[in-house]
């Protein structure tokens, strides 16, 4: 609750949150519930998936596209410089939802890493925008000084069963604890 409650206050600290933990530890969980609060709100929300290269960029198109980008200027090699622009120029609350950037280096630019903020994923200017990055790798290596790092731990067994009886209703197969 903490780290939702946070992200609706627009990110305290920095713009760009990296979220990261094991698999199955609710990163994606935590990135829907914050993107389904924000457009509760009336914010413009995008999610694209980093599950590989060619996801990745096809989504970020996308956002350009939904931005008013022409799809000839997204072809080109400076496609996210003309994107980040865009999105600078925002007056309008947004949030950009990266999932599944368990290979963080193809959110950086051509020679580059992430941490250099030159690629898909750089610090948010202004207050409008918040990006949310959900990452298996939390290294300090993989991302910048400006990316806030939040891991998510397994939940303990006793509110692991109470998020699923909590999904799962009051079906009457439903367990016990």
Request: hydrophobic share 45%; proline share 4%; glycine share 12%.
């Amino acid at each position: 609750d903490e780290p939702l409650s946070e992200l609706a206050d627009g990110g305290v600290g920095s713009r760009v949150w990296v979220i990261h933990g094991l698999g199955g530890a609710g990163k994606t969980r935590m990135a829907l519930e914050a993107a389904f609060s924000a457009q509760q709100r009336g914010t413009d929300v995008w999610w694209v998936s980093a599950a590989d290269a060619d996801t990745l960029v096809a989504g970020m198109q996308a956002v350009g596209r939904r931005l008013g980008i022409a799809q000839e200027d997204l072809k080109r090699g400076d496609a996210a410089d003309t994107l980040w622009q865009r999105l600078a120029e925002r007056q309008h609350p947004w949030l950009l939802v990266i999932d599944g950037a368990d290979d963080p280096q193809m959110l950086s630019g051509p020679d580059s890493c992430v941490a250099d903020g030159r690629g898909w994923v750089r610090p948010v200017t202004g207050q409008a925008g918040l990006v949310v990055v959900t990452s298996r790798d939390g290294s300090a290596a993989s991302w910048g000084a400006w990316c806030q790092k939040r891991r998510l731990e397994m939940l303990p067994a006793t509110e692991a069963a109470a998020v699923l009886a909590d999904h799962a209703g009051s079906h009457p197969r439903l367990g016990s604890v």
